[in-house]
């Protein structure tokens, strides 16, 4: 799939909103490409973090919305560790998540925004990941109830997921947290 950038599209410049939202300022990116180098997903996606960083320097709008690297970002910070100005593709892949959101764009088939909103529920809820949980909204979600059940009693046998959720957490700051965010419409502060 080609992402275009068109005239008409680009009076709602998305830097701007991402800068707004994550604090990040894409502009300093000068196209080095360590951070496309090193991305775990770069294979299978038809940006790589420098494009579509990128695409939103020249002025990509809502267009840009449809990448695939929004959804396919597995959040490693690889490209975080490796960029020499220290741009956090992790906040600005959660900015364009939340802009998608936002704006009712279309989401790419598959199951990652489930996966998403089921992990960031469970966070919600228990203040910490809670791998059960989130297995089990995803199954639900998914209706893949009996997939990779096989695995389940030597995960647990090697105790890699707790039966319990975390007592240490503070439920009611994250839930804070969550809140405010929301009112924020996605921004952080
Ligand atoms: S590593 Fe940093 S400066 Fe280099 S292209 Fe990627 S985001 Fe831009
Ligand atoms: S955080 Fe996302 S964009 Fe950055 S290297 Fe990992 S998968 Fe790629």
Redesign the pocket.
């Known amino acids: 799939m080609t992402i275009r950038i068109t005239k008409g599209q680009t009076g709602k410049n998305l830097l701007n909103q991402i800068r707004e939202i994550s604090g990040i300022d894409l502009a300093v ?8 180098c090193g991305c775990t997903v770069s294979a299978h996606v038809q940006s790589p ?2 494009e579509l ?1 990128r695409r939103l320097q020249l002025g990509a709008g809502d267009e840009l919305l449809t990448s695939d690297l929004i959804w396919t970002c597995v959040s490693c910070e690889t ?1 975080f560790a ?4 220290g ?1 956090d ?1 992790v906040s600005v892949m959660d900015a364009l998540r939340a802009l998608v959101i936002q704006k009712k764009a279309v989401i790419p088939e598959g199951n990652v925004p489930l996966f998403n909103n089921a992990f960031l529920k469970t966070v919600e809820i228990f203040g910490r990941t809670y791998d059960l949980a989130l297995m089990t909204a995803y199954k639900i979600g998914t209706s893949s109830y009996m997939r990779d059940t096989d695995k389940l009693p030597i995960i647990m046998q090697k105790k890699k997921i707790a039966l319990l959720p975390s007592l240490g957490a503070n439920r009611k700051r994250v839930r804070r947290i969550f809140r405010k965010t929301r009112q924020n419409k996605g921004r952080l502060s």
Not at 82 to 85: I, L, Y
């Open positions: 990116c000068y196209q080095c490409k360590k951070c496309s973090p420098s960083i490209c490796r960029c020499p100005m741009i593709m």
